[in-house]
């Protein structure tokens, strides 16, 4: 078993390597599910207020609450396939690396997915969305301190490998590819020893 996760500021590529997981039949666990249903729980809208539930979750219940409600969907994932590797995406914090390191040992690594402000700010464009409107969101740089605000730069200074994502899209997703088959030491660079 291997549990790979991602860490990466917005527009860095998370979402990018779930979707190889997906289209490999890699069990994918994306924590910022687990605050879009709080969102929904709360009636609020995730697109508006997914920040701000973030944040409250993790005041209410301590850092490392995103990483507890993950843990039995990652777990069920593990019990319900038969695939030898779950995906993880998105962790924010070296709490949640803490967490999930606790829970599934050397089964555990991490994964830095870095790309530019200027790259990431051009991704984020492109995809229309996560852009401030009149009816709220934030900016790339808000989010970029919110995220860094949870702990994200001690959770990528942790990270066991690092991807570069400044390539091609085509030649992203084959190194996620690869990592999802053979493992992060196959093409990213250690971090961590």
């Known amino acids: 078993m291997r549990v790979i996760a ?27 599910d687990v605050i879009r249903a709080e969102c929904r729980d709360r009636g609020l809208d995730p697109a508006t207020h997914h920040g701000e ?26 019990a319900e396939t038969d695939t030898e590797t779950v995906l993880v995406d998105g962790i924010r914090s070296d709490t949640e690396v803490d ?12 994964l830095s997915i870095e790309a530019p402000f200027d790259v990431r700010a051009e991704r984020v464009a492109a995809r229309g969305r996560d852009t401030p409107t009149e009816d709220g969101g934030e900016s790339l740089e808000e989010r970029d301190a919110r995220e860094r605000g949870f702990g994200m730069d001690d959770a990528i200074a942790r990270a066991d490998y690092t991807i570069s994502n400044t390539d091609s899209l085509a030649a992203f997703r084959e190194r996620i590819e690869t990592v999802l088959r053979a493992g992060p030491e196959a093409v990213a660079d250690r971090t961590r020893s």
Do not use: C, H, N, Y
């Open 6 to 32: 991602t860490v990466g500021l917005p527009g860095s590529g998370k979402s990018e390597a779930a979707a190889v997981a997906r289209e490999l039949g890699v069990p994918v666990v994306t924590m910022g």
């Open 53 to 78: 539930v973030a944040k409250a979750l993790r005041a209410e219940q301590g850092p490392g609450a995103i990483a507890e409600r993950s843990l039995p969907i990652i777990e069920a994932r593990i």
């Open 99 to 110: 967490r999930f390191e606790d829970a599934f040992g050397k089964a555990f690594s991490l």
